[in-house]
């Protein structure tokens, strides 16, 4: 089915040895294998103190940023435990071991929950992430002078890696578009916070009303729209337009819905998101390992997205 496509693909690299959970904490029971990424971490099902809980394993390679992940997940439990959005609450922070243990959240990921319902539906499913990520950011959010120069150069380099010719030529124009958006970016203000950092529906669980957001280890300090691009992008290259209208390539109704969740200026609006959906576009690319129906439609994305960044007016 197409909705079954719309998953993860399996990691092709040999499973590695198992853990094992002798030399840990009493009370710690490490379970199993969850997702293995070769050079980063390993992950685990388990309990802990008889909770259900995650045990994320870093490799030697990545161990140095554990104590950033921990720190981020304390920071921001205290302020998303609610009834309605939330995180997973961090549960322990052994060093020695180069493992954080998490709570397992209960819940199905938001793409699937939504994948399952009837089209007329999913828009209203899928619009509580804006309300989610603004409950995530607004604790620490902050204006600053906007400096776009870093993300068209990291745009650039990652344009430049990618293999498809047809994809090459629209993201050529779309580079070029928002080099343009930067010079009327640069010089105003746009919001900062502590964001996810890889704000995508998979990293948020439905359980009834409840939204848990997972995988926060990528938090920093970022554009608040970036994470927002990140989203929209996300569905636009799987196919998702749920409202049924479309701008700059990804569903229109999600951005009427980020709009109100943050009350977007303007000249968030109508710069600063669009050039941060140009830079998603660019970041993440396409690779031969994809089916031949993902190109099609990143091709269509960024074609649509490209012809909205030209017709851009002034604010």
Avoid at 49 to 68: C, D, L, M, S, Y
Avoid at 70 to 88: D, H, N
Avoid at 190 to 210: S, Y
Avoid at 231 to 254: F, Q
Wanted: with cysteine; hydrophobic share 45%.
């Amino acid at each position: 089915m197409l909705w079954e496509r719309l998953g993860r693909m399996s990691d092709p690299t040999p499973l590695p040895a198992p853990i094992s959970g002798d030399d840990l904490p009493e009370g710690a029971r490490v379970g199993a294998l969850i997702r293995h990424v070769p050079g980063k971490r390993r992950i685990h099902a388990g309990l802990w103190q008889g909770r259900a809980a995650i045990f994320r394993f870093a490799e030697p390679e990545t161990a140095g940023v554990q104590a950033h992940e921990w720190r981020e997940a304390c920071r921001i439990w205290p302020y998303m435990q609610g009834a309605r959005f939330r995180v997973a609450e961090p549960l322990a922070y052994l060093p020695e071991h180069r493992l954080i243990v998490m709570e397992r959240v209960a819940g199905k990921p938001l793409l699937d929950h939504v994948a399952h319902l009837p089209a007329h539906r999913r828009s209203a499913a899928l619009t509580p992430a804006a309300a989610w990520l603004r409950r995530y950011t607004d604790v620490s959010e902050v204006w600053h002078e906007a400096r776009c120069a870093g993300w068209l150069a990291r745009a650039e380099r990652a344009a430049q890696a990618q293999p498809f010719a047809r994809l090459r030529s629209i993201e050529a124009g779309i580079l070029a578009e928002i080099t343009r958006l930067a010079g009327r970016i640069d010089g105003i203000e746009w919001r900062v916070a502590i964001c996810h950092g890889d704000f995508h529906p998979n990293n948020l669980l439905v359980e009834g009303e409840r939204l848990t957001g997972i995988d926060t280890g990528a938090s920093g300090r970022l554009p608040v729209l970036k994470d927002v691009a990140r989203m929209l992008m996300h569905l636009a290259r799987r196919g998702l337009c749920p409202s049924g209208r479309a701008w700059c390539g990804v569903d229109a109704g999600m951005c009427e819905a980020f709009a109100e969740a943050f009350a977007l200026t303007e000249a968030e609006r109508r710069l600063v998101l669009p050039f941060f959906l140009g830079v998603e576009a660019l970041l993440r690319v396409e690779t031969p390992a994809l089916r031949p129906r993902r190109i099609r439609t990143a091709e269509r994305v960024y074609r649509a997205l490209g012809e909205d960044l030209a017709g851009l007016g002034p604010v």
